[in-house]
């Protein structure tokens, strides 16, 4: 058994419809604080009380005020909430999310008393460019600036390359350890953070992602809105 954490961001891709099979059928599975689910914000009350986490996908960065359409960090608070997403690659490019706001999102979670899932990923021209090292750094200090060394701890730092998400390749285990090795490096203070792994997951890949030493988890997007799917992952990392 390990305490690794699987997270699953159902997006915006469930209707209300199919959200009473889809709880049936994962409430057999995920069992204990260390499997989220993080479904679309509006259908979070159909999830109220149960035996693993639920999770917001964003955040308002203030916490009250005129922000038609936000949710404050308290507010997911007071609804049992547990985890929020903040600074997923689907935000900074659809929404123009800057290194700011997502610093501020990050610093108003904490306040609150939601653990932070902060994604943080290069593009693949970052990638052929060799920038790899240089953006996660820029994203991750930019995200963190402000955060006390005491609450790094709660800070779950989700690497997920851009170009990995919802395109069926995956990061090769070699590279998850080096970024893992390589963030670790940046300061004393990161050997705090949790790391995760996102970017095409699935129930036949997590065989060999579970073997990378130092991951602490998973954030699995599409393959988490399949119960049966999302089911088999939790089962092999609760397992391993
Ligand atoms: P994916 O998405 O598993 O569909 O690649 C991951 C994510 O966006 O968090």
């Given at each position: 058994m390990t305490n690794r954490i699987v997270v699953g961001n159902l997006k915006m891709k469930m209707f209300k419809k199919?959200?009473?099979e889809y709880i049936n059928i994962i409430d057999k599975y995920a069992f204990g604080k260390n499997i989220v689910i993080c479904p679309t914000s509006l259908y979070i009350p159909f999830f109220d009380n149960k035996s693993y986490s639920i999770g917001m996908q964003n955040i308002c960065h203030q916490n009250i005020g005129n922000f038609t359409g936000e949710i404050a960090a308290n507010q997911a608070i007071s609804m049992g909430v547990k985890y929020v997403i903040i600074g997923h690659s689907e935000r900074r490019n659809n929404f123009n999310e800057t290194d700011e706001i997502i610093n501020q999102k990050v610093i108003e979670a904490i306040n609150s008393g939601l653990n932070v899932i902060l994604c943080i990923g290069e593009t693949y021209d970052d990638k052929i460019n060799h920038n790899t090292f240089e953006v996660l750094n820029k994203?991750?200090?930019?995200a963190l600036k402000g955060v006390p060394e005491s609450k790094?701890?709660?800070?779950?730092?989700?690497?997920?390359?851009?170009?990995?998400?919802?395109?069926?390749?995956t990061a090769s285990t070699l590279e998850i350890q080096s970024i893992i090795e390589y963030i670790k490096s940046l300061s004393t203070d990161f050997r705090h953070l949790k790391f995760l792994y996102g970017g095409s997951v699935n129930e036949s890949n997590i065989y060999s992602l579970i073997e990378v030493k130092d991951l602490d988890g998973f954030l699995i997007g599409d393959v988490a809105t399949d119960p049966h799917k999302f089911a088999k992952i939790i089962e092999v990392v609760v397992n391993q």
């Amino acid at each position: 058994m390990t305490n690794r954490i699987v997270v699953g961001n159902l997006k915006m891709k469930m209707f209300k419809k199919d959200i009473a099979e889809y709880i049936n059928i994962i409430d057999k599975y995920a069992f204990g604080k260390n499997i989220v689910i993080c479904p679309t914000s509006l259908y979070i009350p159909f999830f109220d009380n149960k035996s693993y986490s639920i999770g917001m996908q964003n955040i308002c960065h203030q916490n009250i005020g005129n922000f038609t359409g936000e949710i404050a960090a308290n507010q997911a608070i007071s609804m049992g909430v547990k985890y929020v997403i903040i600074g997923h690659s689907e935000r900074r490019n659809n929404f123009n999310e800057t290194d700011e706001i997502i610093n501020q999102k990050v610093i108003e979670a904490i306040n609150s008393g939601l653990n932070v899932i902060l994604c943080i990923g290069e593009t693949y021209d970052d990638k052929i460019n060799h920038n790899t090292f240089e953006v996660l750094n820029k994203q991750l200090i930019k995200a963190l600036k402000g955060v006390p060394e005491s609450k790094l701890d709660t800070i779950l730092v989700a690497y997920e390359p851009v170009w990995a998400i919802g395109t069926n390749v995956t990061a090769s285990t070699l590279e998850i350890q080096s970024i893992i090795e390589y963030i670790k490096s940046l300061s004393t203070d990161f050997r705090h953070l949790k790391f995760l792994y996102g970017g095409s997951v699935n129930e036949s890949n997590i065989y060999s992602l579970i073997e990378v030493k130092d991951l602490d988890g998973f954030l699995i997007g599409d393959v988490a809105t399949d119960p049966h799917k999302f089911a088999k992952i939790i089962e092999v990392v609760v397992n391993q």
